[in-house]
């Protein structure tokens, strides 16, 4: 039974359990592999940056309150975040890392840093 090398498919020479031709097959093969399964990490990875990223510019002074448009407008992205911190008063801050938010009664919402959770 001829073996072939799973990168190239070029005929494979010497021992049965052998599945490439040389180290760089091998590197390539395990590389593309690799590079299918971490592509959503990396997108999500990135969303969630730059939603941290936008939190950061907006809150010099620990605490801001802004609309949700401005963040919008920014790009901040709602549906990303790292994690939920719910307070004794029943208040739930979304976080970007350590930057959070939270939704106030009006509609806008209250930019905090330097989550204690």
């Known amino acids: ?11 494979l020479k010497g021992r049965s359990d052998q599945k490439f031709c040389n180290q760089h097959c091998r590197n ?3 590389n593309g592999c690799k590079g299918k399964d971490q592509e959503s990490v990396k997108t ?18 620990k605490k801001t309150i802004i609309s ?3 963040l ?17 008063e029943g208040s739930v801050y979304h976080y970007c890392y350590e930057y959070g ?8 919402y209250l930019i905090v840093a330097e989550y204690k959770g």
């Open 101 to 108: 938010y939270l939704l106030l009664k009006k509609g806008d």
């Open 72 to 88: 919008l407008l920014k790009g901040f992205s709602f549906d990303y975040f790292t994690h939920i911190y719910k307070n004794k």
């Open 28 to 30: 390539n093969y395990n």
């Open 44 to 61: 999500i990875s990135k969303i969630l940056k730059k939603n941290r990223r936008i939190l950061k510019s907006l809150n010099p002074e």
């Open 1 to 11: 039974m001829e073996r072939f090398c799973l990168d190239c498919e070029l005929p």
């Open 68 to 70: 949700k448009q401005d």
